[in-house]
């Protein structure tokens, strides 16, 4: 009896990053058929769940700006991964605390993909809803990061958040049209994603919370400065008495090719600064032991960066039920 009810267990846990259709109805992923998107873990006496928001993704060299291209592809088949695609995924972090719920990342919803926008499905799964949710803190403004924030109508898609948004770059992308010349990509790619900013943003510009990084928002969530990729990115810290959750945004996107490699990320926009930013930000995850969570690291993206000799390491945590 055991051994059959492990097994049929199993065929309904969650096995990693796997995207599932979102549904009008809000539906249980489980009940569509698909995998678990979201994964619950505390840091100290906050309640936090990483929500998916899906999958996006692209050639590998576009993350592995300096890679040799040989060398890349073999790095690619030795991981089991596809050589002409690199697949991130998106993991939003909710966080209850002080009676509020916090979302950092407000994910990509279809901007940059089909893929995208399953965290509604995702927070209707652990019985919320858009109107739960409190605060909305954005660690840089690309579109992956901000796309849920319009629906598809053009109205709020969290209605009752204040939504908080690094200052350099609402200045850079919002404010401004963006040179973004830098990027690895085709102009029609680059057009788009400008746009895409913009659209996205525009239902929540009039009352939109500018931070400089290195703030405080909330009491045990703390912003520290991971320039370089975008004028304004920030990292997160969440803080609960002894326990720690560092948040990187996109330091790095894969662990394969950033953080067991050291290839740049096509899309910084300053690389110097976005290494030195990288370098600065891993050395304190190793040297404290923190619990790291990457954004478009393999689901639920929770591990820790260990320092080796030649640079760094990611060791993903176990999974807890």
Excluded: C
């Amino acid at each position: 009896m055991l051994t059959a009810a492990s097994a049929a267990a199993g065929l309904i846990l969650p096995t990693g990053g796997m995207a599932f259709a979102q549904t009008a109805s809000g539906a249980s992923p489980l009940a569509q058929g698909g995998n678990v998107g979201h994964y619950r873990f505390r840091v100290g006496d906050i309640s936090a769940t990483v929500l998916s928001d899906g999958l996006i993704g692209g050639p590998p060299r576009i993350y592995a700006s300096n890679a040799p291209e040989t060398e890349l592809e073999e790095v690619l088949r030795q991981a089991f991964l596809p050589t002409d695609r690199l697949t991130l995924n998106l993991n939003t972090l909710l966080i209850e605390a002080n009676g509020r719920r916090i979302l950092l990342e407000a994910g990509a919803g279809q901007t940059m993909g089909p893929q995208g926008g399953r965290i509604f499905a995702n927070l209707a799964a652990i019985g919320l809803r858009p109107e739960d949710i409190d605060v909305v803190v954005i660690s840089h403004t690309h579109p992956d990061h901000v796309g849920n924030l319009r629906t598809t109508d053009g109205g709020k898609a969290f209605p009752r958040a204040v939504v908080f948004a690094p200052r350099a770059d609402w200045d850079f992308f919002v404010r401004n049209d963006p040179d973004l010349s830098y990027m690895p990509v085709p102009e029609d790619f680059r057009r788009n994603f400008a746009a895409a900013i913009r659209q996205s943003v525009e239902p929540v510009t009039n009352g939109i919370e500018l931070y400089e990084a290195g703030e405080e928002i909330v009491t045990g969530l703390t912003t520290l400065p991971a320039l370089g990729h975008t004028p304004g990115m920030a990292n997160f810290l969440v803080q609960s008495g002894n326990d720690q959750l560092l948040l990187t945004a996109d330091l790095a996107y894969h662990p394969i090719v950033n953080v067991d490699r050291s290839w740049l990320p096509g899309p910084d926009r300053d690389k110097d600064t976005a290494l030195a930013s990288r370098r600065r930000i891993f050395d304190m995850a190793a040297a404290d032991r923190l619990l790291v969570l990457g954004f478009h690291y393999p689901f639920p993206g929770l591990g820790r960066m260990l320092k080796t000799d030649t640079g760094y390491a990611w060791v993903p945590v176990n999974w807890e039920f």
